[in-house]
């Protein structure tokens, strides 16, 4: 990266910005530029919300969620229906399916799929949990909500057969996600339509 007339301090700062999903060397110089314009009303607000969420933000103890409380607003929440979880593969999947207001229940975060050409086995999921919120009694359905890529099928999969044993109802998203679709590049309507016309595993 060419250095900027003004010396490290910006480089520094649009150099980090440049690592960000959706940003480039360009787009991190002329955000840069944009907050320098507006310092009280942007560049330092952000600044104190990046510090606030760097000190206090932490993942639920329970679904996966990140959140400033432990456990989760979402956990905690007295309206939610607290005998169905939608098992997602990352946050990023949660807050899409909480932005359609499909999903009512509770969460589940993977942190990620099995996938044996990347060396990520079931061990390295947030699925013995899944199996103790199962087996605890209170928990009638389970939603596989995984993409549908290959490494989500066989996710879902391997939960379906894990969780099994429990006696739960394992359902699935149906219409609405396409084969290869992942939840957070999807629509409100669309995620909500999956939701809704969920199918037994």
Known sequence: MSHTPAGPDLDRL????????????????RA??????????????LAEALIAAAENVKTCSICGNWDSIDPCAICTRQERQNGIICVVEDVADLWALERSGAHQGLYHVLGGVISP????????????SLSQRASAGGIKEIVLATSATVDGQTTAHYLQERLEPFGLVITRLSHGVPVG???????????AAAIKSRRRF
Request: no cysteine; glycine share 12%; net charge negative.
């Open 14 to 29: 649009i150099s980090l910005l440049a690592k960000l999903p959706g940003f480039g060397v360009r787009s991190a110089k």
């Open 32 to 45: 840069v530029l944009h907050l320098l314009r507006h310092r009280d009303d942007k560049m330092q607000p």
């Open 117 to 128: 050409l990347d060396g990520i086995g079931a061990e390295d999921l947030n699925i013995a």
């Open 181 to 191: 679709g992942e939840l957070d590049y999807l629509d409100e309507g669309t995620l």
